[in-house]
């Protein structure tokens, strides 16, 4: 029966077969739970929780509530304006009216943001060429391995499964959203991370200049902080929250994504469709292992700040997570292809002509290939999208009170934190369901 399955398309008998394995595979599934258990537990023992410093968070939160309490905080004016601060008390001053210089550094640091932010690929270079300079930054080297999986979404769209499940009107739209969020993202904090490096080059804080690249005004106290006691979980947490809402009306809120993306029924499925898996790839005893969450609701801004800090306690607070990924980073770059690390299951070229429906077949078996199976095909960026200009930003700046403050605590690494079984079972899941419907053919 097993080999008859792989000379013709799949059937309904076939169907029945899977259904009838469903037992043995749930015995395996607990099985492999207990064993991944197992290696969180091992894993976890040298793990440290990401500590805030007493004295960076006192300062932050005096200085937002200075914020609060200023009463000339001026109306944004002008496209794209975040508007100016009024912001007497904050060492280094307004910025409003720039020197010749500092007007030349800000015009550097906008071609550069424009350079770079072309496509995914490009941003995640970007974010990557800034954490090896600066290792301080540890937002660099997160957001470096969140805009990888951005980039794995962006292709799953054109690879040998979505495509049997989504139309092209539905992939061009989750990949707008998609694509918007990653450059919004890009756009507003990529600018941040080039004035502090030029500020480690002057010697000396430029962060008054933040308003000229249309940086929210909390950006501001959370720049200064770290620039005096040099907390990098304080500033990474100040940029996750800083990022998220930056986009939550922009993209999250935005009525065109909500009403074409957010709010329809295949979109309510991104557990079927993965969207809702991050995950780092590590090296464990030779074998590439997957770390990361499960974001249960991409609509909620609490959860979204909260994941991405749980992301980075993954990777800066377990040392096997925080040394597999960076030494992934070191030596793979990213083209867009879950080839990059897991080429044993995925190509970036076909390794078959693409199959017509009516003529599927069952190619998985958990985390394998099937005996003579070709493995999936997972198209690189650059053969799977055309890269699209991107909008300037929608004005306004999120701040509205220091209780952004409490989004500032310490962060503990998960108990349950490794992925791979689940990436797995979600990846058979997407091919039962093509399978499915292929019967319908």
Same mark, same amino acid.
């Given at each position: 029966?097993?080999?008859?399955?792989?000379?013709?398309?799949?059937?309904?008998?076939?169907?029945?077969?899977?259904?009838?394995?469903?037992?043995?595979?749930?015995?395996?599934?607990?099985?492999?739970? !207990?064993?991944? #258990? *197992? /290696? &969180?537990?091992?894993?976890? +023992?040298?793990? $440290?929780?990401? @500590?805030?410093?007493?004295?960076?968070?006192?300062?932050?939160?005096?200085?937002?509530?200075?914020?609060?309490?200023?009463?000339?905080?001026?109306?944004?004016?002008?496209?794209?304006?975040?508007?100016?601060?009024?912001?007497?008390?904050?060492?280094?001053?307004?910025?409003?009216?720039?020197?010749? !210089?500092?007007? #030349? *550094? /800000? &015009?550097?640091?906008?071609? +550069?943001?424009? $350079?770079?932010? @072309?496509?995914?690929?490009?941003?995640?270079?970007?974010?990557?060429?800034?954490?090896?300079?600066?290792?301080?930054?540890?937002?660099?080297?997160?957001?470096?391995?969140?805009?990888?999986?951005?980039?794995?979404?962006?292709?799953?769209?054109?690879?040998?499964?979505?495509?049997?499940?989504?139309?092209?009107?539905?992939?061009?739209?989750?990949?707008?959203?998609? +694509?918007?969020?990653?450059a919004l993202i890009f756009h507003d904090a990529y600018p941040q991370l080039l004035l502090?490096?030029?500020?480690?080059?002057?010697?000396?804080?430029?962060?008054?200049?933040?308003?000229?690249?249309?940086?929210?005004?909390?950006?501001?106290?959370?720049?200064?902080?770290?620039?005096?006691?040099?907390?990098?979980?304080?500033?990474?947490?100040?940029?996750?929250?800083?990022?998220?809402?930056?986009?939550?009306?922009?993209?999250?809120?935005?009525?065109?994504?909500?009403?074409?993306?957010?709010?329809?029924?295949?979109?309510?499925?991104?557990?079927?469709?993965?969207?809702?898996?991050?995950?780092?790839?590590?090296?464990?005893?030779?074998?590439?292992?997957?770390?990361?969450?499960?974001?249960?609701?991409?609509?909620?801004?609490?959860?979204?700040?909260?994941?991405?800090?749980?992301?980075?306690a993954i990777l800066f607070g377990i040392p096997a997570v925080a040394e597999g990924a960076?030494?992934?980073?070191?030596?793979?770059?990213?083209?867009?292809?879950?080839?990059?690390?897991?080429?044993?299951?995925?190509?970036?070229?076909?390794?078959?002509?693409?199959?017509?429906?009516?003529?599927?077949?069952?190619?998985?078996?958990?985390?394998?290939?099937?005996?003579?199976?070709?493995?999936?095909?997972?198209?690189?960026?650059?053969?799977?999208?055309?890269?699209?200009?991107?909008?300037?930003?929608?004005?306004?700046?999120?701040?509205?009170?220091?209780?952004?403050?409490?989004?500032?605590?310490?962060?503990?690494?998960?108990?349950?934190?490794?992925?791979?079984?689940?990436?797995?079972?979600?990846?058979?899941?997407?091919?039962?369901?093509?399978?499915?419907?292929?019967?319908?053919?």
């Amino acid at each position: 029966m097993q080999q008859n399955r792989h000379k013709s398309r799949w059937n309904g008998i076939d169907l029945l077969h899977k259904l009838a394995e469903l037992p043995l595979e749930a015995v395996h599934w607990m099985k492999a739970k !207990a064993q991944t #258990a *197992l /290696l &969180e537990k091992k894993l976890l +023992e040298p793990a $440290r929780s990401i @500590r805030l410093q007493d004295e960076a968070k006192a300062m932050l939160g005096k200085r937002l509530q200075r914020l609060d309490q200023l009463a000339g905080w001026q109306k944004p004016s002008g496209s794209g304006s975040s508007g100016n601060w009024s912001a007497s008390g904050f060492p280094g001053g307004l910025g409003v009216n720039p020197s010749g !210089a500092e007007l #030349a *550094l /800000l &015009e550097s640091i906008r071609k +550069e943001r424009d $350079r770079c932010n @072309r496509n995914n690929v490009t941003r995640t270079a970007a974010y990557w060429e800034m954490y090896r300079k600066h290792p301080e930054l540890h937002w660099a080297l997160l957001a470096h391995m969140v805009s990888r999986n951005g980039g794995w979404f962006m292709t799953d769209l054109q690879g040998e499964l979505l495509p049997f499940l989504l139309s092209p009107e539905q992939r061009e739209q989750v990949f707008r959203f998609l +694509e918007r969020s990653n450059a919004l993202i890009f756009h507003d904090a990529y600018p941040q991370l080039l004035l502090y490096s030029a500020s480690v080059k002057a010697r000396l804080p430029l962060f008054h200049l933040l308003p000229q690249l249309d940086v929210s005004r909390f950006m501001r106290p959370v720049w200064d902080c770290f620039w005096e006691r040099r907390d990098s979980a304080l500033l990474t947490t100040g940029l996750i929250v800083n990022e998220q809402h930056f986009i939550e009306s922009r993209v999250v809120r935005h009525p065109d994504f909500r009403h074409k993306v957010l709010d329809t029924l295949f979109f309510q499925t991104q557990s079927l469709l993965q969207l809702n898996q991050v995950v780092f790839p590590f090296a464990d005893e030779g074998r590439t292992r997957l770390a990361g969450v499960i974001l249960d609701n991409f609509s909620s801004l609490r959860e979204r700040i909260e994941a991405g800090k749980t992301l980075y306690a993954i990777l800066f607070g377990i040392p096997a997570v925080a040394e597999g990924a960076l030494r992934f980073a070191q030596i793979t770059r990213h083209s867009g292809s879950r080839a990059d690390y897991w080429p044993h299951l995925f190509a970036a070229v076909r390794k078959q002509p693409p199959v017509p429906r009516g003529q599927l077949q069952e190619r998985l078996d958990g985390c394998k290939l099937r005996p003579g199976a070709a493995p999936l095909y997972s198209p690189r960026l650059s053969d799977s999208w055309a890269d699209r200009r991107v909008a300037p930003a929608e004005p306004g700046d999120w701040y509205e009170g220091a209780k952004a403050l409490g989004y500032f605590s310490d962060i503990r690494a998960p108990f349950a934190f490794e992925m791979t079984g689940e990436f797995c079972f979600g990846l058979n899941k997407i091919e039962m369901a093509v399978l499915a419907g292929d019967l319908l053919v």
